[in-house]
């Protein structure tokens, strides 16, 4: 039960910022300078979130051979999509 409640919680706390980047473009302080496509980076952020809810809430259902390979995907997806909306350095 502890670890179904802290990977609602996780996948909340995670959600958010991506939420925020899909709907208002809003970014966190720390990313305004490099982000240049703030909806792809919201939906990395989600991507990333539902992955986190995938492999922490549903564990209990006791199908890790389907959900464990699947939420994986999901953050590995989430993390493509926020890479692919920075900006990276030109080297000269």
Do not use: K, N
Not at 16 to 32: E, F, H, K, N, Q
């Amino acid at each position: 039960m502890l670890w179904t409640v802290l990977g609602g919680l996780a996948c909340v706390l995670a959600a958010i910022p991506g939420t925020m980047a899909l709907t208002t473009g809003w970014l966190p302080s720390g990313l305004r300078d490099s982000v240049v496509r703030p909806w792809l980076w919201g939906c990395g952020g989600l991507l990333t979130a539902a992955g986190l809810g995938t492999e922490w809430s549903l564990l209990w259902l006791g199908s890790i051979d389907f959900f464990g390979p699947l939420g994986l995907a999901l953050i590995v997806l989430g993390f493509v999509c926020q890479s692919r909306a920075r900006r990276h350095p030109t080297l000269r």
